[in-house]
């Protein structure tokens, strides 16, 4: 028999299930891009009329939701200048990033954001800083001149492994250097947490969001260590994989609900059955 073993940091993080529990107490509400990245939650959202928006018209005719990854302090200023009710589900972790920016600003230190440019909150952090670096990888930080005086701050779900090896980099080229390790401790453990069940079993599943930041992260950790599969939902799976396989190793993103994880251990358990 297959032994599945079920990382124990895995499934929602507390900054998603408080955004998911603000929304619930809401009847009718327009999210502004996804409340998470996960499309088998966001689906369920809006059966309960819970509809997803990627623009604020004006004419949505319910409050509008932030979502717990923040947005650009631009929709802030749009939804006050038209006067609409807002929801915000921004994870306190994300909003402290912010703090910790302005903090390294006002004591005059150039911002460099580590993180995707083009992921919802990278551009929240962004929009609230003055004219701050971002840098997702070694290619572009070669491509950019560095300031003297230097203060990084990080996007919440970003690797720790290639976070460091960033700071690293940037230590060689600035003279004053302040870093804020901005990765949120629940990113952390469960980077760890891959990291350690990779290294004890034949096959990794890495349940989340195809688009979601931090299972990508997850599924490159454990294929440093193990062959490796990213997979949103049972569907993905494929019996193949499993084919002299004993230890099956599962971790989830934060953004993946219980049941989406209950549905791929059934599902391996029915091909060991096979």
């Known amino acids: 028999m297959k032994n599945i073993i079920v990382a124990e940091a895995q499934g929602f993080c507390w900054g998603v299930r408080r955004a998911l529990d603000i929304v619930d107490q809401h009847g009718a509400v327009s999210i502004l891009g996804d409340l998470i990245h996960n499309k088998q939650v966001v689906s369920q959202l809006e059966k309960k009329g819970k509809k997803v928006i990627h623009e604020v018209t004006g004419e949505e005719g319910t409050p509008i939701v932030i979502t717990a990854h923040g947005t650009d302090i631009k929709n802030f200023r749009l939804l006050e200048d038209l ?47 003055k004219d701050p670096i971002v840098v997702n990888d070694e290619a572009e930080l070669v491509a950019v001149k560095l300031p003297s005086k230097v203060g990084v701050i990080s996007q919440s779900t970003f690797s720790q492994q290639k976070f460091d090896k960033l700071v690293a980099l940037i230590a060689q080229s600035v003279d004053n250097l302040k870093i804020n390790n901005t990765i949120c401790a629940p990113t952390k453990k469960r980077q760890l947490a891959a990291e350690e069940l990779a290294k004890k079993v034949d096959i990794m599943v890495v349940v989340g969001g195809f688009h979601s930041s931090n299972t990508k992260k997850l599924h490159a950790m454990a294929q440093q260590h193990v062959e490796s599969h990213h997979i949103e939902t049972k569907s993905d799976l494929a019996a193949e994989w499993f084919l002299g396989k004993q230890e099956i190793g599962i971790i989830a993103g934060a953004s993946t609900a219980d049941w989406i994880i209950e549905e791929v251990c059934s599902q391996i358990r029915e091909f060991g059955d096979q």
């Open 83 to 129: 006067e609409m009710r807002v929801v915000d589900t921004t994870c306190p972790l994300v909003s402290k990033i912010y703090e910790v920016g302005h903090q390294l600003e006002s004591e005059g230190y150039q911002i460099l954001i580590i993180g995707d440019r083009n992921h919802v909150e990278v551009k929240g952090i962004a929009s609230r800083m």
